[in-house]
């Protein structure tokens, strides 16, 4: 394989690499959008804070940190 053609593997391999970057960051972006709109939700129907925590976590598979964090941002 000549330099020329290596060189265009690696472009194509690294545009691949950031599109699925690009797609992971959208994706986390997107599920904090709809957890910081339910959490208020879920306040009002009256369900407690450790059981929307519980539901957060498992719906988004998130640490206990990370679903502690974004049910606390307010």
């Given at each position: 394989?000549?330099?020329k053609t290596?060189?265009m593997?690696?472009?194509?391999?690294?545009?691949?690499?950031?599109y699925?970057?690009?797609l992971a960051?959208?994706?986390?972006k997107?599920?904090v959008?709809?957890?910081?709109?339910?959490?208020?939700m879920?306040?009002q129907?009256g369900?407690p804070?450790?059981?929307?925590?519980?539901k957060?976590?498992q719906?988004f598979d998130l640490?206990?940190q990370e679903?502690?964090?974004?049910?606390?941002?307010?």
């Amino acid at each position: 394989m000549d330099n020329k053609t290596h060189m265009m593997f690696h472009d194509e391999d690294v545009r691949a690499e950031g599109y699925r970057q690009g797609l992971a960051e959208g994706r986390a972006k997107g599920q904090v959008m709809v957890i910081k709109k339910a959490v208020p939700m879920f306040r009002q129907m009256g369900i407690p804070e450790a059981e929307i925590a519980q539901k957060i976590q498992q719906a988004f598979d998130l640490s206990d940190q990370e679903a502690a964090d974004l049910i606390s941002t307010k």
